[in-house]
């Protein structure tokens, strides 16, 4: 026996469980998503751009955190920054792949962790998975007799760090809704319903580990719970900042800064310090670093192989223009895609405070004059384009490439207005993914459907 769904009546979505519960799929926000859910949902997005859009240009999934081939130019750049190596410090957030960042927070705040305990507690610290193993074992009081094992409930990681990657952001008391575990769920077909809480429990309290390289192999099982928010400390640190001390500041984002004092905080990232912004900060230095951390990544938050695609949404029609934005927002790999909702979210704030406008004291309230068109227009460069061949080809391509620059701007707006949304999963795509999975994995698709239930 195995799950089934429930076709009542068209676009009615409802599962049935192994043990008989009813289940109707709701638009989910996809960090509500687990781990595997997330990766099918990539593949089902892929195939219904391809089948259902034409876009006008070739749609190629983003690799999460590979390296690219240099051109000669950076080759000679990254040459002449070896022989300083010895006297610089690795940077640990800037101008690094995002995976990366991702890593190294981690390993920041597990460093923190261990500051706040006893030596005689870190070195009998034991490995969690063996903790987790052994709690599993007491409870269950029988062995498991059945384990899941298909190619679908063990797809490879492309990313050696980012999916089983911790954000330093996530409160450890967060509420349930809010809390997520990235650790995977090998066996599940004889747990019950109390059981089934326990492990959930397990995986999200346990802090995700550093892997080996050895250890982080393409056979990698997938979570089967939600991973944790993947979104840099330093933009994290920046938005919380502004939107506590900056929505009322005129120009933000567009005022001049400091340079001395935006690179001292900027060092003090990149070693690994734990900075806090308080009221202390220039609201204008901290819009700059979050610009110059954009700014340098290696490759846009938005990727550069959907730049294409990105642009071409603005040629279709209105009502076409979200859905296949949102589709293309599936195939982000989920540091990129967390961190842009995190942004995206950040925007929206700033943007709604834009006007003029009076307190319950009918006090005037002076706008900071940042449009969602004006933070779209400074922001957009820095999140979506693709790395230009020459100079020589840009002069020539200069009337082409100003007509793509207010096709970003287009679409970074569109993506602030409707933020919201965007990153929302509706109950037909989410059909589709259970159904994948049921060909293969019945098992999985009843854990997922026994969480859903629950949520």
């Not at 009081?141 to 954000?167: D, G, I, Q, V, Y």
């Not at 001390?245 to 001395?260: D, E, H, M, N």
């Not at 900027?266 to 979050?290: K, M, P």
């Not at 602030?416 to 509706?426: C, D």
């Amino acid at each position: 026996s195995k799950p089934k769904q429930l076709c009542r009546f068209p676009g009615d979505y409802t599962w049935s469980s192994l043990s008989g519960r009813s289940v109707r799929l709701t638009p989910v926000a996809i960090q509500s998503l687990s781990e595997l859910e997330r990766a099918k949902l990539q593949e089902v997005a892929y195939t219904r751009l391809h089948q259902d859009y034409d876009l006008g240009c070739q749609i190629t999934m983003p690799k999460d955190g590979q390296k690219r081939k240099k051109s000669l130019r950076r080759k000679l750049d990254s040459l002449a920054k070896e022989k300083s190596k010895d006297k610089e410090c690795i940077p640990q957030a800037f101008s690094i792949v995002l995976s990366q960042v991702i890593a190294n927070d981690r390993t920041h705040r597990q460093r923190q962790d261990s500051y706040r305990q006893d030596p005689p507690q870190r070195e009998e610290h034991k490995d969690s998975s063996d903790l987790v193993s052994s709690i599993l074992q007491f409870a269950t009081k029988r062995p498991s007799n059945k384990e899941l094992s298909s190619s679908n409930s063990s797809l490879s990681s492309t990313s050696e760090t980012a999916n089983e990657s911790t954000s330093p952001n996530t409160p450890e008391a967060a509420p349930r809704a809010r809390r997520r575990g990235g650790m995977s769920v090998d066996s599940i077909t004889d747990l019950d319903d109390n059981q089934s809480r326990l492990l959930e429990a397990l995986q999200l309290s346990l802090p995700a580990e550093t892997l080996s390289k050895k250890e982080k192999h393409r056979d990698k099982r997938l979570s089967l719970n939600p991973i944790y928010r993947q979104v840099p400390r330093v933009v994290d640190s920046c938005c919380q900042h502004i939107e506590k001390y900056g929505l009322q500041t005129v120009g933000i984002f567009r005022v001049g800064s400091s340079k001395k004092r935006v690179r001292q905080l900027r060092d003090e990232f990149d070693r690994g310090i734990d900075v806090q912004l308080d009221e202390e900060q220039s609201v204008h230095d901290v819009a700059a670093l979050l610009k110059e951390f954009l700014r340098d990544m290696p490759d846009p938050l938005l990727t550069k192989e959907l730049y294409t695609a990105f642009i071409n949404t603005t040629l279709l029609d209105p009502d076409e223009q979200q859905s296949v934005t949102q589709l293309l927002v599936y195939l982000l790999p989920a540091c990129n895609s967390d961190t842009l909702h995190r942004l995206l979210e950040f925007l929206s704030t700033v943007a709604d405070h834009a006007h003029d406008r009076q307190d319950k004291d009918r006090q005037e309230i002076t706008g900071n004059k940042m449009t969602s068109l004006n933070l779209a227009t400074i922001f957009g460069p820095n999140l979506l384009h693709k790395q230009k061949s020459s100079d020589k080809e840009f002069s020539v391509q200069s009337s082409a490439r100003a007509e793509e620059s207010t096709a970003v701007i287009a679409v970074l707006q569109r993506m602030i207005a409707s933020y919201q949304t965007l990153f929302m999963v509706p109950p037909d795509l989410q059909n589709e993914v259970l159904m994948n999975l049921l060909e293969t994995d019945p098992d999985v698709v009843d854990y997922l459907l026994r969480r859903k239930a629950s949520q």
